[in-house]
């Protein structure tokens, strides 16, 4: 299968599609991403290859975290000013197979004309890299902004408030409307409280993860699957 990166969910959507396997739990973001043909998938996922039987996850939150020194220094208010100011960001997107986290950073960006080579063409810096490592980066001041994402509040943020100094960056309204648009996000807020540093309300895309049935399942072992989550609704409320 295309892109077997590490964590990465493409190579279950690619054999869900073949007929390999009758479900799959995938993230919103890999469908979009596998309907679309974008990287990694090397071809378009067809969309009547599959059924969306619930929506079993959702709740996780997207947001950038950046250092407060870094964000001074250069006069930022939204991500657009990354663009407009040619901002050398060392950015930690995170790992290539997080898809959910990787497409948030790719849409961030594309909604004000940049990619990961323009970052580094202004003398930035693009870490692939998973959270945890991420974080360590930023807090030995080693990176500058980090794509996170997580359920509220998250546990890595406020371990990096503790350590060092750090706010949000809002990602502004275009870029707001081309990840719901393209990438299968949905619009949310970070409220105001949720950390020390966080003083008003966050819009920020949401996303979460679906329960999806291939060509080989058949129409008696959806319903059967659907039957069994509805019994069983309460628990997983």
Same mark, same amino acid.
């Given at each position: 299968p295309p892109g077997e990166y590490p964590g990465n969910p493409v190579g279950g959507l690619v054999r869900l599609s073949r007929g390999e396997r009758p479900f799959a739990l995938q993230s919103w973001q890999s469908l979009a991403a596998g309907m679309h043909g974008m990287e990694p998938f090397r071809e378009k996922i067809p969309p009547e290859n599959f059924r969306v039987v619930a929506r079993v996850v959702r709740g996780m939150v997207l947001s950038l975290v950046a %250092? *407060?020194?870094?964000l001074e220094k250069y006069n930022l208010e939204t991500a657009a000013?990354? $663009?407009t100011k040619k901002v050398?960001? %060392?950015f $930690? +997107?995170?790992q290539r197979g997080n898809l959910t986290?990787?497409?948030f950073a790719i849409g961030v960006l594309e909604a004000y004309g940049l990619d990961y080579e323009t970052v580094e063409s202004f003398g930035g810096t693009i870490f692939h890299l998973p959270s945890q490592a991420a974080a360590d980066l930023l807090r030995n001041d080693r990176c500058d902004l980090i794509a996170s994402g997580g359920f509220l509040p998250g546990s890595q943020v406020m371990e990096m408030a503790s350590a060092t100094e750090i706010d949000m960056l809002p990602i502004g309204e275009p870029a707001m409307r081309l990840l719901t648009s393209k990438y299968g996000y949905e619009t949310s807020v970070t409220p105001a409280g949720t950390y020390d540093f966080l003083e008003e309300d966050l819009p920020s895309p949401g996303t979460g993860f679906l329960l999806v049935a291939g060509p080989a $399942? +058949?129409?008696?072992?959806?319903? *059967?699957?659907? %039957? $069994?989550?509805?019994r069983q609704f309460d628990y997983y409320k």
């Amino acid at each position: 299968p295309p892109g077997e990166y590490p964590g990465n969910p493409v190579g279950g959507l690619v054999r869900l599609s073949r007929g390999e396997r009758p479900f799959a739990l995938q993230s919103w973001q890999s469908l979009a991403a596998g309907m679309h043909g974008m990287e990694p998938f090397r071809e378009k996922i067809p969309p009547e290859n599959f059924r969306v039987v619930a929506r079993v996850v959702r709740g996780m939150v997207l947001s950038l975290v950046a %250092r *407060k020194d870094f964000l001074e220094k250069y006069n930022l208010e939204t991500a657009a000013d990354i $663009a407009t100011k040619k901002v050398p960001v %060392r950015f $930690a +997107t995170n790992q290539r197979g997080n898809l959910t986290g990787q497409l948030f950073a790719i849409g961030v960006l594309e909604a004000y004309g940049l990619d990961y080579e323009t970052v580094e063409s202004f003398g930035g810096t693009i870490f692939h890299l998973p959270s945890q490592a991420a974080a360590d980066l930023l807090r030995n001041d080693r990176c500058d902004l980090i794509a996170s994402g997580g359920f509220l509040p998250g546990s890595q943020v406020m371990e990096m408030a503790s350590a060092t100094e750090i706010d949000m960056l809002p990602i502004g309204e275009p870029a707001m409307r081309l990840l719901t648009s393209k990438y299968g996000y949905e619009t949310s807020v970070t409220p105001a409280g949720t950390y020390d540093f966080l003083e008003e309300d966050l819009p920020s895309p949401g996303t979460g993860f679906l329960l999806v049935a291939g060509p080989a $399942a +058949t129409d008696a072992q959806v319903y *059967k699957m659907v %039957r $069994a989550l509805h019994r069983q609704f309460d628990y997983y409320k």
